[in-house]
């Protein structure tokens, strides 16, 4: 399942390490796969069903 | 009498418009020798594509006004006894567009999937991928790229319509298999709204005896890749390798007489 979240709170990802340390954070929650966009600056993360991604911001659809 | 605030004055019809619209091959290399994958994000991107115009669709005798998007794809596999994780970095024009990562499974193949839209991409813009790992063990040997139509927006109302749909997977990659949704929809638009491909029944010539172009961004047609679906995705199979995103192909002909409407 697709998650979107607008606008999250996240590490700067501008950097390796800031990608590598949203994954650690993402992964603890159980997410499997995600992706961040700078242009639309949205991060979308894929995982089972009743993710708590509230500590990134709000979940758009999913 | 008064006039009618719609009529110009010109006369009704304009010439008409007959295109044709060619998609080149992809880009495509598969490296002989598979190259390992760093466990910290590289300084130079492994691979990086700048647009030439080999990479894009060719109009005659002129361009409609539209929208493209460039699809560039990155494979190789999971040599290591255990899930390892992939990190991506994709530069447009040196400017980041899209991070992220995913678990590829002890042994499978994966591929990753750029479809992302990009405002004004032209020729001589540059694509980068950065690759890299949490463990060791992961390998990059395929590369390719290619640029599509993701939308097409004549700003006019059109009499007698005819627009070629063939039924074909862009891009059709020389290797590997594309997703099972890879010949998700592409639409007719109007300004009211769309028909997608699945309701047209491809491969198909659309037409219509008065048609209204100029729906927001997606105009009288609009491809799944770019401005509807614009993303990065991480894709793994145990034996595809790539394991591609696909959308069915554009237009390769349009014809319409303009109108001298005003809506």
Known sequence: ?62 | MARSPNCTGAPLFKGRVDVTITYPDPDETLLETPVALPTSEPAEAQISYTLASGHMPVWSPYELPHILVANAYAGGQNTAGSATTLYYRVRHNGTDIATGSGSVSAGNFWTLNMYKYIAGLALGDTIAISLWVGASGMTWDYKACVVKVSAISPDVSMADLKIVLPNKKRPTLTIGNPFWWSESRVEVCWDGGQIDSNTLGLPKTFTALLWRSGRANAGLFSAQFGVTNSNVSLSQHTSYRPYYAADTSAPTAISYTPLNLRV
Do not use: C, H
């Open chain 1, 1 to 62: 399942m697709d998650y979107r979240i607008k606008n999250p709170t996240i590490p700067d990802q501008s950097t390796g390490q800031g990608v590598m340390a949203l994954d650690a954070l993402l992964r603890a929650v159980g997410a499997e796969g995600w992706g961040y966009s700078f242009g639309d600056d949205t991060l979308t993360v894929t995982g089972p069903l009743d993710m708590d991604l509230s500590a990134f911001g709000v979940v758009e659809d999913g």
